[in-house]
């Protein structure tokens, strides 16, 4: 069965500290593994992975896969508190020709001013 | 592009009672997906269709029906509601395909209570 499993599952840092938050995977027909960021309402899309070892960057926040060992870590840096949210990684896996999204449970980030 | 739209935002119904959310989508996309959303539970698999006219059950199908009604257009039935089926819901859906651009967009959620 596929499975993603994200840690820590909840963060509190200080605005201005660097976070690594970390997803591992197992799943049957790799196709991709995507972050987002969950606030109040729907989660809105961060990054798409889908080599290993190329960073995806976009501002403070960047990410890496890691398709040997199964897992992806999203790094921000320099937090600041409007980056508190639930971030959540997903696996994209292919099922005879259709694909098939496996959500973790998230990591609830919060800073503190 | 108005993107996913979810009818209705918020809807609280006593057990037993039946509803259908609709989701539609503008984008030409393919497959389309519905998840709830639980404390510690993450977003859960309920149904999906991969193309209009198939629709196959996630992790979560119990209590729910799915229509595909064309290719905008994915439903959600509760055919009688129960208060383990409060939750917040989101339709979403994706463009098939192996072009690395693609990503899932999500419909804004519908917040249901069953009292």
């Known amino acids: 069965e596929d499975k993603v499993v994200q840690s820590p599952l909840s963060l509190v840092v200080h605005e201005g500290d660097t976070v690594t938050l970390n997803c591992s995977y197992e799943v049957t027909n790799f196709r991709s593994l995507l972050w987002y960021k969950q606030e109040k309402k729907a989660p809105t899309f961060l990054f798409m992975l889908t080599s290993s070892g190329i960073e995806k960057k976009s501002g403070r926040l960047s990410s890496i896969l890691d398709k040997k060992e199964l897992f992806s870590i999203l790094n921000i840096t320099a937090t600041q508190t409007g980056d508190s949210a639930v971030y959540l990684c997903?696996?994209?896996?292919?099922?005879?020709?259709?694909?098939?999204?496996?959500f973790g449970t998230g990591t609830r980030l919060t800073i503190i001013p | 592009n108005a993107g996913v739209t979810q009818t209705p935002k918020f809807q609280v119904l006593k057990t037993g009672q039946s509803m259908t959310l609709q989701c539609a989508q503008d984008?030409?996309?393919?497959?389309m997906y519905w998840y709830r959303q639980d404390p510690g539970m993450g977003l859960r698999l309920i149904y999906y269709s991969a193309s209009e006219g198939t629709t196959d059950k996630g992790e979560v199908p119990n209590g729910y029906n799915v229509s595909r009604l064309n290719k905008r257009e994915f439903s959600l039935r509760l055919e009688s509601a129960a208060p383990s089926q409060t939750s917040v819901y989101f339709c979403?859906?994706?463009?098939?395909?192996?072009?690395?651009?693609?990503?899932?967009?999500f419909g804004p959620g519908t917040r249901l209570t069953v009292l």
């Open positions: 979403a859906s994706i463009l098939n395909g192996a072009s690395p651009f693609n990503e899932q967009f």
């Open positions: 984008m030409n996309h393919n497959s």
């Open positions: 997903v696996q994209k896996g292919a099922y005879f020709g259709n694909e098939k999204l496996t």
